[in-house]
Every structure is written in structure tokens, then in C-alpha cells.
């Protein structure tokens, strides 16, 4: 069975640009989280889907992050304008129906310089 | 809201060696779940061990096991025979249990050096 998939791995950008994060979940997974995860920090939630539908997206900066689930199946996390403070891994995860473990992809690494 | 707390940013311990990495959480909800997960270097954050609250037994997957206290919201992790492989940032978790995916609420992570 195919884990998450999360691309690009690595990502560099100067501040004030625009970046983009895929994530494609297990197949037949319906949950789909974004986590932000901060040098030295734990990971925090940003946005979790229940299908194409959003369920929780209070702590994501809306100002500056989007995200869609159109399909229902793969993802993307976008940023624009970045500010340094985005710096971090975004790690994407996804659960099967019925809730209970969450099965998380490699990551992706943001600079912002 | 829930929190959790980690509470040993580093720990180091000898190979072949036992280590108990602690954490504590705090929350209303009575229905939950507890994880541990392994993330090294690579970034993959992996599950290692998972508890029901409902449980009263404890959890354990090979070298890894669990100290569970619901009363003292306390789920401390022990690992036996310390492999070099061990070596990552561990997190502890919570996750209220429903029908639905619910987010985890993790700790700050404690890293682990296992030395040879």
C-alpha cells in the first residue's frame, strides 16, 4: 500500500513570494490534515478536510495560507505572500473513515529568506 | 482544549540500555486516545505505540511499552534495549476519540540520542 506522497521535499523562496504544497493521502483515506511543524516544535495543526469539505480550519493564517481538497482526494497548501515565520516542515497526514490513526507523509521543508 | 507537555527537551541513554520519556496532558474529554510517535532525521513522522483511554491495560509493541494513569494524565513511554536506530525526536499525542478524524494536539517532543 502507497504511503502519503508529499511534494516538492525541499522548497527555498524569498520572502513576500508565493509557494505551493501537493499532498496526494492514502488511497480511500477521507480525513486530510496540514501540520505545521516549527524548528524545535511539535506539530500544529493548520486545516483538516473531511472529504472535499473543510472541518477544522481555525488555526490556519488565512490572510496568507490557503487550501482545497476539490476532489475530495489530493491537496494543496498555498502561501502568498510567505513571511520568514513560515519557515518550517509542512507535513501532510491522512486517516481512514472512522477516525483512529493518522498516517503522515515525508514532509516538505519551507526557507524563507 | 486539550495540552500536552513534554517535559525532557533531550535524553540521552546507552545502547541496549532502558530509557522512560514522560509526558502530560490535560483535558476534559473522557473518550481519547494516546500516541507516541518516532520522527528522525528523515522527517517521517512515525506511530510507535497507541493507548485507548478506555483501557486500562497498558499498551506495548515489542521494546516499546507504556505507563498509563488516566487519573494523573500521565502516558510515559518506556524503551527497552536501546538500539542506535532509536535515535529521533519523540511526540507524544492526543487525539479526542469520535466517529470523525480528529487532529492531534502533540507535545514539544523530547530527542532521544541512543550512544553506543
Redesign the interface.
Known amino acids: 500500500e502507497a504511503g502519503v506522497a508529499q511534494s516538492p521535499r525541499y522548497k527555498i523562496i524569498e520572502k513576500r513570494q508565493s509557494v505551493a504544497f501537493w499532498c496526494n493521502p492514502i488511497s480511500g483515506h477521507?480525513?486530510l490534515?496540514w501540520?505545521q511543524q516549527i524548528l524545535?516544535?511539535?506539530?500544529?495543526?493548520l486545516i483538516?478536510f473531511?472529504n472535499n469539505g473543510v472541518?477544522?480550519d481555525s488555526q490556519l493564517p488565512k490572510d496568507r495560507f490557503s487550501a482545497e481538497r476539490l476532489k475530495g482526494v489530493d491537496s494543496t497548501l498555498k502561501i502568498q505572500p510567505a513571511k520568514l515565520e513560515d519557515s518550517a516542515?509542512y507535513?501532510c497526514?491522512s486517516?481512514p473513515p472512522?477516525?483512529?490513526?493518522?498516517?503522515?507523509?515525508?514532509?516538505t521543508?519551507l526557507t524563507v529568506l | 482544549a486539550q495540552t500536552v507537555t513534554q517535559s525532557q527537551p533531550e535524553m540521552s541513554v546507552q545502547e541496549a540500555e532502558t530509557v522512560t520519556l514522560s509526558c502530560t496532558y490535560d483535558t476534559s474529554e473522557s473518550n481519547y486516545y494516546l500516541f507516541w510517535y518516532k520522527q528522525p532525521p528523515s522527517r517521517q513522522m512515525i506511530l510507535v505505540i497507541r493507548q485507548e483511554a478506555y483501557k486500562q491495560q497498558n499498551a506495548t509493541e515489542n521494546r516499546f511499552s507504556v505507563n498509563f494513569q488516566k487519573a494523573a494524565k500521565s502516558f510515559s513511554l518506556k524503551i527497552s534495549d536501546s538500539q542506535l536506530g532509536d535515535t529521533a525526536m519523540y511526540f507524544c499525542a492526543f487525539m479526542k476519540r469520535d466517529n470523525a478524524g480528529n487532529m492531534l494536539t502533540f507535545g514539544g517532543g523530547t530527542r532521544l540520542m541512543v550512544k553506543p
Open positions: 477521507a480525513t490534515y501540520y524545535g516544535q511539535g506539530p500544529k495543526l483538516q473531511q472541518v477544522d516542515v507535513l497526514a486517516s472512522g477516525g483512529g490513526e493518522q498516517f503522515f507523509g515525508p514532509g521543508r
